[in-house]
C-alpha cells in the first residue's frame, strides 16, 4: 500500500511537471514523456535513464532534474539523488523558462529540505555499517562506507572531525596515480573533492572539479561538475542561505562562525547549538524572495549578537578567549561566517 501511494505521488509529480516544464528544447521533451511512459509501466531504471538523456540535452531544467532525482530516491539510489537535489535546491530561477517554471522550482526546493530527515536516516544507516565493520582489513571499503555517510548526514560530518581526516588519507593513498596525473578516476577523485570541500580546503577541490572537466564529454556531467566548482566559489553568505534553506543548517554551522567548532562541548551545550540552529531554521521558512533573504540574515545576525550581549551562547567562555586573543569582535565573526 506504501508502494502504491509513492508511486502515485511520483506519478502526480511527472503531470504536474509536464504541465509546468518550459518545451525549451522539444527533443528534451520527448525523452521526458518516454520516462513519464516509463514510469507508468513502473520500470524506474528506464525513467531514470530516459531522464539523464533529457538533461543531456537541457541541463539546467531543474524540472528535468527533480523528477530524475526523486527516481532515484525511489531506487534507493540515495548518493546521486542527493546530488541532484542539491543541483536543483541551488539553481536559479530563469526569465527564458517562464514563471510556471520558476514557480515550480520554489515549490520543489520546499519539498527537497522536507526531505533531509530521510537523507539524513540513509547516511545513519551507512555510519552504522562502517561502525559494524571498524575493524575490517578492507580500509578503502570503510572510507567509501564513511564518505556515503557525511554525503547524506551533514551532522554526522561535524562530529566526526578527525575520522573526516582520516578517510581522506585513504582516498589519497588509494588515489595517487590519478593526483599524480598518470590516470583518472572520476568517481573516486570527485568523492575525495567532496571530502577535501567539507574539510575546508577549497583550492585542492577546485583544482580536482577543474581537472575532471577535463575528461568529461557528457554535457549533463559537465553541467553538474562546473555547478559544483561555481558553488565552491560562491560567497560564504550565499552558500550559507542555501544551507539553511536546504534544511542542512546545523549547530555545527553556527560553532564554526564563532570559531571553535573543534573543541569538545557537553552534551548540555550541545543542545543549546541546536536550540540556537532551530530557531535559525525556523526563521529561513518564512523567506520567500531576495529581500527576505537579506532580512533573515539581518536578523540572525541579531539574535547571535543579543545572545552574546546576555551572555547565553554556549560556551561563552571559549569565544571570549578567542575575541581577545584575536582582537576581534563578534561582529567581525559573524561577517567573516558570511553574515
Known sequence: MKKTIIIFFIYNLFFVTMVYASAINPQANEFYKQAEA???????????????????LEPDNANYRYILAQVQFMM?????????????????????????YNTKLKNYKKKIKDLQPKFNAAGESQFNIYEKNINSPQKLKLAVTLYRAFRLNPPLRYKNIKLLESITNEYEKNLQKSIEGSEWKNEPM??????????????????????????????????VITHKFDYLNRS????????????????????????????????????????????????????ENKEDEDGLMENVKKMILEKHKKGELPNQKAIEDRLKKEGKTVDDLIKEGGF
Open 190 to 223: 570527485l568523492q575525495l573533492a567532496f571530502l577535501y570541500e567539507i574539510a575546508n580546503k577549497k583550492d585542492k577541490a577546485a583544482e580536482v572539479y577543474m581537472r575532471a572537466l577535463d575528461y568529461i564529454k557528457d554535457p549533463n556531467e559537465e553541467f
Open 38 to 56: 516509463s514510469f507508468k509501466n513502473r520500470d524506474l531504471p528506464s525513467a531514470e535513464k530516459k531522464l539523464i538523456e533529457a538533461l543531456k
Open 76 to 100: 534507493n539510489n540515495f548518493i546521486e539523488s542527493k546530488n541532484n537535489m542539491e543541483i536543483v535546491s541551488h539553481s536559479k530561477t530563469s526569465q527564458e523558462k517562464g514563471d510556471e
Open 236 to 287: 560564504n553568505k550565499e552558500k550559507l542561505l542555501d544551507t539553511i534553506k536546504a534544511g542542512d543548517f546545523s549547530y555545527k554551522d553556527i560553532k564554526e562562525i564563532l570559531g571553535h567548532d573543534r573543541e569538545v562541548v557537553s552534551e548540555e551545550e550541545e543542545k543549546q547549538w541546536d536550540k540556537i540552529a532551530s530557531e535559525i531554521k525556523t526563521m529561513a521558512e518564512e523567506a
